[in-house]
């Protein structure tokens, strides 16, 4: 059964580790993080982008398919199905399609207008029993055509928005989508500091987890980090599994063109991945 993403981050905040969102693209993607999060016994956030969710057809599709998955494999780990950086629109159609969990990102809106949105949002989402995130500040990068400069969030508007009620609170610390430059600065502690001080209890969250040295994981999560979303990582993992299957001419020997072999090396390295990722996390053993 898919939970709500609340109970998992309320756990991982008391116990001073971090759940991970690993974005699911097709099928592939998402079976490789539910044997993976089954395995090490974790907890673990399917994040749906709507860019990913327009390509798999439709939230409805894909609420279908993680449901379908879930039971077909026997997963017994607690799973959220999250919307990531949903729109005000994106939001309520993964309500009616069926997810657990969506997040809201009104961090483009002028604050007023972001903790009114959210705050309706939060009414309906907790109705139906769902999780929901939202975000203050930016997260650097691009997104679905989201563009963020990665500025660092107003510790009091964060506060604001968590009052609302919302389970989990993104707040742009430095942090940005994508591959991270040689020139980039890190993460503002100080701001992350600020933030937990005021909102207390409230799970965090940090986007754009690929790229960041293990060294600033560890102590965002000591500062209210539970949850870190991992997206990039899996794919360039992917890809180059698959290169290397493709360069190595596996593809031409025997039926190695079939499809379920060519892309079983990719699959095989995004659970390497999230492997990595939860150990690092510290989420591997939590959904006992």
Same mark, same amino acid.
């Given at each position: 059964?898919? =939970?709500?993403?609340?109970?998992?981050?309320?756990?991982?905040?008391?116990?001073?580790?971090?759940?991970?969102?690993?974005?699911?693209?097709?099928?592939?993607?998402?079976?490789?993080?539910?044997?993976?999060?089954?395995?090490?016994?974790?907890? =673990?956030?399917?994040?749906?982008? /709507?860019?990913?969710?327009?390509?798999?057809?439709?939230?409805?599709?894909?609420?279908?398919?993680?449901?379908?998955?879930? #039971?077909?494999?026997?997963?017994?780990?607690?799973?959220?199905?999250?919307?990531?950086?949903?729109?005000?629109?994106?939001?309520?159609?993964?309500?009616?399609?069926? %997810?657990?969990?969506?997040? %809201?990102?009104? !961090?483009?809106?002028?604050? #007023?207008?972001?903790?009114?949105?959210?705050?309706?949002? =939060?009414?309906?989402?907790?109705?139906?029993?769902?999780?929901?995130?939202?975000?203050?500040?930016?997260?650097?990068?691009?997104?679905?055509?989201?563009?963020?400069?990665?500025?660092?969030?107003?510790?009091? +508007?964060?506060?604001?928005?968590?009052?609302?009620?919302?389970?989990?609170?993104?707040?742009?610390?430095?942090?940005?989508?994508?591959?991270?430059?040689?020139?980039?600065?890190?993460?503002?502690?100080?701001?992350?500091?600020?933030?937990?001080?005021?909102?207390?209890?409230?799970?965090?969250?940090?986007?754009?987890?690929?790229?960041?040295?293990?060294?600033?994981?560890?102590?965002?999560?000591?500062?209210?980090?539970?949850?870190?979303?991992?997206?990039?990582?899996?794919?360039? !993992?992917?890809? #180059?599994?698959?290169?290397?299957?493709?360069?190595?001419?596996?593809?031409?020997?025997?039926?190695?063109?079939?499809?379920?072999?060519?892309?079983?090396?990719?699959?095989?390295?995004?659970?390497?991945?999230?492997? /990595?990722?939860? +150990?690092?996390?510290? !989420?591997?053993?939590?959904?006992?």
């Amino acid at each position: 059964m898919l =939970v709500s993403a609340k109970e998992m981050l309320d756990k991982a905040k008391a116990g001073h580790y971090a759940v991970g969102q690993f974005n699911i693209n097709n099928l592939e993607w998402t079976k490789s993080v539910l044997l993976t999060a089954e395995e090490l016994r974790s907890p =673990v956030i399917l994040g749906v982008s /709507e860019g990913a969710g327009k390509y798999m057809t439709g939230f409805g599709t894909v609420a279908a398919m993680v449901k379908a998955m879930h #039971d077909e494999l026997g997963i017994t780990v607690p799973v959220a199905l999250h919307l990531d950086h949903g729109t005000y629109e994106g939001c309520y159609k993964c309500i009616k399609a069926g %997810f657990t969990s969506i997040m %809201f990102d009104g !961090s483009h809106y002028p604050i #007023d207008e972001n903790v009114e949105k959210t705050k309706e949002l =939060v009414s309906v989402a907790h109705a139906m029993g769902m999780s929901i995130e939202a975000e203050v500040g930016s997260i650097g990068g691009e997104e679905d055509g989201v563009v963020g400069m990665g500025e660092c969030a107003d510790p009091e +508007e964060c506060k604001r928005v968590a009052d609302l009620g919302v389970d989990m609170l993104a707040a742009g610390i430095g942090n940005i989508h994508g591959k991270y430059p040689a020139n980039w600065k890190g993460l503002s502690f100080e701001t992350l500091d600020s933030i937990q001080k005021l909102t207390g209890q409230m799970p965090l969250v940090l986007h754009g987890g690929t790229g960041i040295p293990e060294d600033m994981i560890k102590k965002a999560i000591s500062l209210g980090v539970a949850k870190i979303n991992v997206n990039t990582e899996c794919q360039l !993992s992917f890809a #180059d599994a698959t290169r290397k299957y493709i360069e190595a001419g596996k593809d031409l020997e025997g039926k190695g063109f079939d499809p379920r072999k060519l892309l079983a090396p990719g699959a095989e390295a995004i659970k390497a991945t999230v492997k /990595e990722k939860m +150990e690092l996390f510290g !989420s591997v053993g939590k959904a006992e």
